[in-house]
């Protein structure tokens, strides 16, 4: 099991291990808020316009034939009760030359992470698919739908979830390396 002070090493050796293995194409950042806690809120105490952002920071691989391999961090941040945090890496593949439009992307991932919440760290792992259409050169607007092992809540009551999210944003490239 990664310990909370070994995260940070388990991080860098995840990206540079990568960057190794795989000839970098671009990177990029995106932000994504809950659609749900924005517009609605939940049935848990959270009012609409609860703040629930998730910032990705990734790197593409070269394309292939069908897409292309995509690496990152990310950090989850939640105004809820008890607050919450969520820190972890990602791994996918981005199709890309497969669909009807050129200017769509799908990326399916899997990621590990840390939940940081009511001063307990708990190991989590999580599922996503994205969806993302090229407005510019350098920026698309996306969707991710998330699956997350509410590990926390084992912790806080003894019960543990895979909690479903959906997600809007931007994602801007922020750089390509020839």
Do not use: W
């Amino acid at each position: 099991m990664i310990r909370k002070k070994n995260f940070p090493y388990f991080f860098l050796l995840f990206f540079m291990g990568s960057i190794l293995c795989y000839s970098q194409n671009a990177i990029k950042v995106s932000f994504h808020q809950d659609l749900k806690l924005m517009a609605f809120g939940d049935n848990l105490g959270n009012r609409a316009g609860t703040i629930d952002i998730i910032t990705r920071l990734e790197y593409e691989s070269k394309e292939k034939k069908l897409g292309f391999f995509v690496f990152g961090l990310e950090y989850e941040r939640a105004l809820i009760a008890k607050g919450y945090t969520r820190y972890g890496a990602i791994f996918g593949y981005t199709f890309n030359n497969q669909l009807s439009d050129p200017k769509l992307y799908l990326t399916p991932a899997i990621g590990i992470g840390n939940i940081a919440r009511d001063d307990n760290n708990t190991l989590s792992f999580s599922g996503s698919l994205q969806l993302a259409y090229k407005l510019g050169n350098r920026i698309k607007l996306s969707s991710i739908v998330q699956f997350t092992e509410r590990t926390d809540l084992e912790k806080m009551y003894g019960k543990k979830e895979i909690r479903f999210s959906l997600f809007f944003g931007l994602e801007i490239n922020l750089f390509k390396i020839k």
